[in-house]
């Protein structure tokens, strides 16, 4: 075993040449170690906002659905609704 940057404990993967470049991959990106009860992930807080003002921009609409997908209705007579999809 041996110890990360953070103090927390990593173990070996068997090969010298491998854990050098862990060990260096470590120091500009810190370490992978999930503490209790953190979040991990990805969000983006004002997707709906940046939605909306896309579909805004090409003349459209984004309708959020109960399911978590937008619908985007084209605001252009005669154009049908474009598209669902999920953020």
């Given at each position: 075993m041996t110890m990360t940057k953070?103090?927390?404990e990593s173990s070996s993967s068997g090969s010298k040449g491998l854990d050098k470049v862990e060990e260096a991959?470590?120091?500009?990106?810190?370490?992978?170690q999930v503490g209790k009860g953190e979040r991990v992930g990805?969000?983006?807080?004002d997707s709906e906002a940046r939605t909306a003002a896309t579909a805004a921009a090409h003349g459209d609409e984004a309708i959020l659905q109960e399911d978590g997908t937008h619908l985007i209705i084209s605001k252009t007579?005669?154009?049908?609704?474009?598209?669902?999809?999920?953020?």
């Open positions: 953070s103090g927390q991959a470590e120091k500009v990106l810190g370490d992978s990805y969000v983006e807080d007579e005669g154009d049908p609704p474009v598209d669902t999809w999920r953020h």
